[in-house]
């Protein structure tokens, strides 16, 4: 109907907030608004990651190109990347890696010269920015409790050496997203459900005797129902937990009580969970996304609107 708005306005609100999981509401929106929230979150946030890697002397048992692929599967602090360019949008270097504006560069220099096999890990890696480094690093400088580390563990392992092996190698980190390469995805998972509307119908309920309601409460594979110890009344005691299984419809059913409980989805509700790898806080990676989902929906305005413009102007130079 002309005239009639059909905008919503999305609603966030915060659950849990850890620096690599995040838990949060998402309300007053529809399915293809929370699915391209989490697939931008997954695929099109940008973070850094090592790209290119130029190895001067490698005597492991590793061959070059393994290492290289376990150098860019290294997160890195990426607190800088929204800010940084591509490099193939970059018009103020060749793409070498000497670049402040789009590139990063580390040098990794390690020999073994003892009996002992030498671990070489990410805190081998020496960074020309000290914003740019791997995450356990980053965690380790940060942290108020180092004996909270492992001693043992310097962090991820790169590779092995044992007595008159080395290593030395140059690498380039640039900026990218996970669209092209998972190494550049910030996120270790984004899920989502729909919020569960769950209703007990008490009269039926009062119908069956306290072992009944144990079996139909157990009957559920997670902890959704529980009994009051006072009351004896059967209670909601974490919707959330629900996986719509659908296993105490099912239940109610075989007892000869249909329609015991009713669940329902709710369309326009939904639940997130996100999990960074570290590269940024996992608060940060929902408010990249969002930023990155307003400049794509921009985007098609723009296109919308410059085609709208040709219509226009093809329609009065025919009619001319």
Known sequence: MEGVSYQRLPKIMIREMKDDYLKFNLTDT??????????????????????????????????????????????????????????????????DGQCEFCSVEFHLNVRCDSDQTLDVTSADLRSTDPNVVPVDVAARAL???????????????????????????????????????????????????????????????ETLTLEEKRNWVESSPTKVFDIDPITQQV????????TYDEEVIKKAEAMGKPGLVEIYAKEDSFIFTVESTGAIKASQLVINAIDVLRQKLDAVRMQDAEADFKEFTDHMQGGG
Not at 149 to 164: N, T, W, Y
Not at 235 to 242: G, I, L, R
């Open 30 to 95: 529809d399915a293809s608004m929370a699915n391209a929230l989490r697939r931008v979150m997954i695929a099109e946030v940008p973070t850094i990651a090592i790209d290119l890697v130029e190895i001067e002397v490698n005597s492991s048992v590793l061959n070059d190109e393994f290492i290289s692929h376990r150098l860019g599967l290294i997160p890195l602090t990426s607190d800088l990347a929204m800010g940084m360019r591509f490099s193939r949008d970059c018009d103020s270097c060749d793409g």
């Open 143 to 205: 942290s108020s409790d180092p004996s909270s580390f492992d001693s043992d563990q310097r962090g991820i392992i790169i590779v092995k050496l044992r007595r008159g092996q080395e290593l030395r190698l140059r690498a380039i980190a640039r900026k990218g997203i996970g669209k092209d390469h998972a190494k550049w995805s910030p996120a270790a998972t984004v899920t989502f459900m729909y919020e569960p509307d769950i209703q007990i119908k008490e009269d039926l309920m």
């Open 235 to 242: 209670m909601v005691v974490d919707s959330e937990a629900y």
